[in-house]
């Protein structure tokens, strides 16, 4: 079966310091990969995604980057945090081709301070 | 360009009372409609599913009916427990090219009372 880490769990940042979450994905090949963000209280915002390595497509334009180095990796990143950075990060994935269904990871709750 | 629209929280009910959280979306296409929960603290995980018109998805005693005529997908549940209290978004996913991503409602969240 398949399953989806992400790491850290929990981050507190302070502004201008850079970022790296990461998040892997067991048991399937060549997915399609997402970040999303969910700021207190709001819904989910799609700032990323990618369908096979080194292809990303940005979702918004801001100050956060994504990498796929491997075909189950997917990396966001800073190089300088804002205070707007703050929120819960979310990857996802699914299933090449035609299929809707995205599963998702456990989350990062980052804080910039 | 595609929404989706929920009715806003919180809801807060009884043990056992019946649930109803309002879905309804706009999109050009045919899309597939999902509702997601996240309990506290979590991810979202995918509740239940439908992939065209009249469709019923169901899980866990919860159901949603694919509404084409209304553009609804409203989350249904007859008697609600204590350990359902999360936050239930509905999203639909996006057939621009090939990204499939979700578009999501802003969730609602429910608590569930003793």
């Known amino acids: 079966s398949q399953t989806i880490h992400q790491w850290p769990a929990t981050l507190v940042q302070p502004v201008g310091s850079p970022l790296s979450l990461e998040c892997t994905v067991e048991?399937?090949?060549?997915?399609?990969l997402y970040w999303y963000r969910q700021a207190a209280g709001r819904g989910l915002q799609l700032l990323f995604y990618?369908?096979?390595?080194?292809?990303i497509s940005s979702e918004v334009p801001q100050n956060l980057s994504a990498s796929r180095p491997q075909d189950r990796q997917f990396i966001l990143s800073s190089k300088k945090l804002l205070l707007s950075d703050s929120g819960f990060y979310l990857c996802?994935?699914?299933?090449?081709?035609?299929?809707?269904?995205?599963?998702f990871g456990p989350g990062t709750r980052l804080t910039v301070l | 360009g595609d929404s989706v629209t929920q009715m806003e929280g919180p809801v807060t009910l009884s043990e056992e009372a019946f649930l109803t959280i309002n879905c309804t979306y706009t999109a050009t296409g045919y899309p597939s409609l999902f509702w997601y929960v996240q309990y506290p603290g979590e991810g979202l995980q995918l509740l239940l599913k439908?992939?065209?018109?009249?469709d019923k998805g169901s899980n866990k005693g919860f159901e949603a009916t694919y509404r084409k005529e209304t553009t609804s997908f409203h989350l249904e549940k007859g008697s609600v427990q204590v350990s359902d209290s999360a936050v239930y978004f509905c999203?639909?996913?996006?057939?621009?090219?090939?990204?499939?991503?979700?578009?999501f409602g802003s969730g609602t969240r429910l608590q569930v009372q003793p």
């Open positions: 439908a992939t065209k018109a009249d």
């Open positions: 990618s369908i096979g390595i080194d292809q």
């Open positions: 999203a639909l996913s996006d057939l621009n090219g090939g990204r499939r991503a979700l578009t």
């Open positions: 048991g399937t090949s060549n997915p399609n």
């Open positions: 996802a994935w699914k299933m090449g081709g035609s299929t809707d269904t995205q599963y």
